[in-house]
């Protein structure tokens, strides 16, 4: 029977009422919804947009906006290494969050990028780097590509690799690449290293947009600004007779310049700064000068080109970067939005028996809540002992001590039955519980009499009402409790962490736990998102038994 009646319903103070009522309501849900999107957007975020907390930015803007998308792969591919980032596009970025495509009013030449794109394309390894490195403990889609490709190689053995290598790693998810050091001057590979000789195997498998370039002029550049002149581009102006209104402008000649202060600038760079592998064999130690040559990535571009009319022989590795994002948007955003997931995911599954240990607690401790709690209740409530309601005190009164006040107790009980790391050593201290008792007991009482006379007039036991008068009638508020022991069970961190300490018998909470000292807060927020599905969906899908076991009560 509807507490409103249909005429009533109609009146406009009623219904006034009634849109307060959902009004609130609404706001509550509101309220409740919006902080797990909030956590669910910044899941989806990296270092640069993380704390983007600006109206909208409940979605990623890389997900709708080219703008940000360019940023969010600059980000990925230079490891967020803004003097990479502004070195490959030859810009002046101050902050990562402001590196931008190339601007429309200066569109590119396509010949150009054409040519520098295929020039790279056959550049020799030593004069490449590889990108998409790990940065600020970011999830990094080399290392996932590396670490499987390793993973293959060895069979998923990790012994076999620490031999292969010398090493001692203690799983696949924490090998490293080699460090490819390609600024420094006598830096070469040693392929001698049977690492580093599968590191080249390795590269060879990469798509070719996930190479770097190493380039000179960013040195020259960097070397001029800070050590010879100190920022004062009027002053290298003057000194070399030029007029240039960037230090962007400024390129490493192939060969000496003609003006003597420039053929002098030039020619110690050469000798102390130049990379080796650049200086076209020549022992730039002991040769003379009119013998020295850049053989630059840059300088050996710029010769292909010579003759071909192009005005810009500055690579423009910045448009190639862009025209790859505009071809692959929706792959890049669907590998951005995930990545975090994926890598929680990965995480959670590969590190020891998370999942496993979780689900077996989960269940011990919703059978054990539906088996004793019911038994303990129903002799209460079908039995009028005159000390109940004071079993029923005492079991109320356990519940006004926090659960850390019994925690050492219970550890040391445990410890001395010789059950810890044991899943009798998380399902056994609640084993019991006050409130459920209580509850179910209130149930229990409002349960018609009359069912459980005709039924010991049939000649049944207490055992037989119990199973085919009680439970099926109890279903509804055994949900609940059912719930509250999922509830309680999968999000127990403290504890468990406390009587199992052994990492095989680590439960999720404990291992997400263990993930929050080394992760970023944006991948936090991907594993606390996807830790919370479990309980959204079980509240889903039983959301109408359990309102059933709410309700049921108050009209009994």
């Not at 010398?166 to 690449?177: L, R």
Request: net charge neutral; aromatic share 12%.
């Amino acid at each position: 029977m509807p507490h409103i009646a249909r005429i009533g319903s109609k009146s406009p103070k009623t219904r006034l009422g009634i849109a307060a009522i959902y009004a609130v309501l609404i706001l509550g849900a509101i309220t409740t919804v919006y902080p797990f999107l909030l956590m669910v957007g910044t899941g989806m975020k990296s270092q640069n947009d993380y704390n983007d907390f600006t109206p909208g930015a409940l979605v990623p803007r890389y997900l709708y906006d080219d703008a940000a998308l360019f940023n969010k792969y600059a980000e990925d591919k230079y490891a967020n290494n803004l003097d990479d980032i502004n070195a490959a596009y030859n810009t002046n970025f101050d902050k990562p969050v402001s590196v931008a495509p190339p601007s429309k009013r200066h569109p590119i030449n396509i010949p150009v990028a054409a040519s520098w794109s295929t020039f790279v394309t056959e550049l020799p390894p030593s004069d490449k780097k590889v990108g998409f490195a790990e940065h600020d403990a970011a999830p990094s889609l080399l290392l996932l590509k590396y670490r499987d490709w390793l993973r293959n190689k060895f069979n998923d053995d990790i012994r076999a690799m620490n031999e292969a290598y010398t090493e001692e790693s203690v799983s696949f998810d924490t090998v490293a690449p080699p460090f490819e050091r390609t600024a420094l001057r006598d830096w070469k590979p040693d392929l001698a290293k049977p690492k580093v000789r599968d590191w080249y195997a390795f590269r060879e498998t990469l798509p070719e947009h996930f190479f770097i370039p190493m380039l000179a002029d960013p040195m020259y550049r960097t070397w001029l600004r800070q050590e010879v002149y100190e920022e004062d581009l009027a002053a290298l102006n003057a000194s070399w007779g030029a007029n240039y209104d960037d230090w962007n402008a400024v390129v490493l000649p192939r060969t000496a310049p003609a003006p003597p202060k420039a053929r002098a600038d030039w020619e110690t760079f050469v000798r102390t700064k130049l990379p080796l592998r650049m200086t076209g064999g020549v022992p730039v130690a002991t040769a003379p000068a009119s013998t020295l040559v850049a053989d630059t990535p840059e300088n050996r571009w710029r010769e292909t080109i010579k003759g071909k009319n192009f005005s810009d022989s500055i690579p423009p590795q910045a448009y190639i970067d862009q025209q790859y994002i505009q071809t692959h948007k929706a792959e890049l955003r669907q590998d951005y939005a995930t990545r975090n997931f994926s890598t929680v995911a990965g995480y959670i599954f590969l590190h020891g028996n998370a999942v496993p240990n979780t689900v077996i607690f989960c269940v011990l401790a919703i059978l054990s809540a539906v088996i004793v709690n019911p038994l303990c209740a129903y002799a209460l409530s079908r039995y009028p002992l005159p000390y109940a309601y004071q079993v029923l005190l005492f079991l109320l009164a356990t519940m006004a001590f926090p659960a850390e006040v019994a925690m050492i107790p219970n550890f040391l009980l445990l410890r001395d039955l010789h059950l810890l790391n044991t899943f009798w050593a998380l399902v056994l201290p609640g084993l019991a519980n006050g409130f459920s008792i209580f509850l179910l007991k209130g149930f229990f009482d409002s349960l018609p009499k009359e069912l459980y006379e005709a039924a010991i007039l049939d000649g049944a036991t207490e055992v037989g009402m119990f199973r085919t008068i009680t439970v099926p009638l109890s279903l509804p508020i055994f949900s609940v409790i059912a719930l509250n022991a999922f509830t309680a069970s999968y999000g127990a961190f403290l504890f468990a962490m406390v009587v199992c300490q052994d990492p095989k018998m680590w439960t999720l909470m404990v291992w997400l736990y263990d993930l929050q000292a080394s992760a970023p807060q944006y991948v936090i927020m991907a594993a606390l998102t996807l830790a919370a599905l479990p309980t959204l969906i079980v509240f889903m899908f039983a959301q109408k038994i359990i309102m059933r076991g709410i309700i049921l009560p108050s009209f009994k």
